[in-house]
């Protein structure tokens, strides 16, 4: 199945639940976040509409700090690189 992104409008292939990643703006596209357009619910790290805003600008979709801490609070685990260095921060 085919839908258009919730972000850019490109078209893109769901799954039966009807979750599908956009090739052109890298838009995880899922029904809680077209439900609930300003929540934040990973693997997205910004609501749809603040994804929206930034498609506009250029931005990519990178949450901001306090955001970032939030997903922490909520138990999400994430591992990055940053300055070469893998970096995990674990929830306890
Ligand atoms: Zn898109």
């Known amino acids: ?3 258009q992104c919730d972000v850019c409008e490109n078209t893109l292939k769901i799954d039966a639940w009807g979750n599908g990643t956009c090739k052109k703006c890298g838009w995880n596209n899922d029904k ?13 790290f910004i609501s ?3 994804a929206k805003r930034y498609f506009k600008l250029g931005k990519s979709f990178l949450p901001t700090y306090p955001q970032f801490l ?13 300055e070469g260095k893998k970096i995990s921060i674990i929830s306890s």
């Open 1 to 3: 199945m085919e839908k």
């Open 32 to 44: 809680y976040s077209t439900s609930y357009p300003n929540a934040i619910n990973p693997p997205n």
């Open 70 to 82: 939030n997903l922490v609070k909520r138990g999400f685990d994430f591992t990055f690189k940053f």
């Open 48 to 50: 749809l509409n603040q």
